[in-house]
């Protein structure tokens, strides 16, 4: 068992191109999570999906912001247009029940430049 | 509602002490909650939980003390080692709610 498996680890961007961080939950793992975490700071909650489906994006930014859990392949969070702002942490946790603990990944690394 | 909200921000410890972190709610759905662990450039590695239907868990150095009427909880980390010295963080939730985490306390433990 691989456990949670994201990736790129590093990611460098310029102002204005696009992000695409990928996460493979833990085999048979249904709920995948996404958390920002700012130097710092806490983890910020972002969005929660099951499989094709979206179940609460309450704490992701409305524009540039996207998230997909496809029935085949793994979760994408997509940042479209980024801004040094975005420059953070982004984790991705998987569960086998909602009440049940997170098993995170090592996370990326994105730096806007 | 939603907040979760953890004390000290930093702990310095020495070897062979007691760390104590605090984190109180204040949404009485949440029914679960875990401690976290997170060394630096490493994703969070989930420590140690507890459910409101007991007061207390204990796994090896580590307890969870939960207090429900207060809707607070706490880490209690016995005999500190420096190989304790990490990011720990609180969280809270349940079956109708994703995980809410703390701020964080950055804990030094010297030898």
């Known amino acids: 068992n691989a456990g949670v498996m994201q990736n790129p680890r590093h990611l460098v961007r310029r102002r204005g191109q696009e992000a695409r961080l990928r996460c493979s939950p833990m085999?048979?793992?249904?709920?995948v999570y996404w958390y920002r975490q700012l130097p710092e700071e806490g983890l910020k909650f972002m969005v929660y999906l099951q499989k094709e489906n979206i179940i609460d994006e309450s704490g992701m930014p409305k524009e540039r912001f996207s998230a997909e859990f496809p029935k085949e392949g793994p979760s994408i969070l997509r940042i479209q247009q980024v801004v040094r702002g975005d420059s953070a942490a982004y984790f991705c946790a998987s569960s086998l029940w909602l009440d049940d603990g997170y098993t995170f990944g090592s996370g990326t690394r994105l730096t806007v430049v | 509602q939603q907040q979760v909200k953890q004390s000290p921000q930093s702990l310095i410890v020495q070897k062979g002490g007691i760390s104590i972190i605090n984190c109180a709610y204040e949404n009485t759905a949440f029914d679960y909650f875990p401690w976290y662990q997170q060394f630096p450039g490493k994703g969070p590695a989930l420590l140690i939980a507890?459910?409101?239907?007991?007061s207390e868990k204990k796994e090896g150095r580590f307890t969870i003390s939960f207090n429900k009427s207060a809707k607070q909880f706490s880490l209690h980390i016995m005999d500190s080692q420096p190989g304790d010295s990490a990011t720990y963080f609180c969280a809270a939730g349940g079956a109708t709610n994703k995980l809410i985490f703390g701020t964080g306390t950055l804990l030094a433990v010297q030898p």
């Open positions: 085999k048979g793992h249904s709920h």
């Open positions: 507890i459910r409101p239907d007991v």
